[in-house]
Nanobody, 129 residues
């Protein structure tokens, strides 16, 4: 059993630094190796934002090409949280942001949303003045 729940969304002004959080709950038999953030604007394809995966006990980070330098993904091991720190929000960042997870290593493209086994319900981020 795996449950993902996003929080931290809302209406923010341009250049704000919202921090999105995904609370991860899983049973003892499930090990999640690939954790990711996606986003989707109305009428648009779901877009991979960033992901973190684990090899040798250490996390490895990957960002979507348009996201490099604009967001930071991190994992809080103690509280089992997946965070997405937006560094400078812009109107084009307006979208529903989803947390996703997989039991398997991230051996696929960041943009292959269908590879992920578990999803949260999403949190809406609206960037406007």
């Amino acid at each position: 059993q795996v449950n993902l729940e996003e929080s931290g969304g809302g209406s923010v002004q341009p250049e704000a630094r919202p921090r999105l959080t995904c609370s991860i709950s899983s049973d003892s038999t499930t090990t999640l190796k690939c954790l990711a953030w996606f986003r989707q604007a109305p009428g648009q394809e779901r877009e991979g934002v960033a992901r973190i995966y684990f090899g040798g006990g250490r996390g490895r980070l990957e960002y979507g090409s348009s996201m490099k330098g604009r967001v930071t993904i991190s994992h809080d091991k103690v509280n089992n949280l997946l965070n997405l720190q937006m560094l400078r929000a812009l109107p084009d960042d307006t979208a529903t942001y989803y947390c996703a997870a997989s039991k398997y290593d991230c051996n696929w493209s960041l943009f292959e949303a269908e590879r992920y086994d578990y999803w949260g319900q999403g949190t809406q981020v609206t960037v406007s003045s």
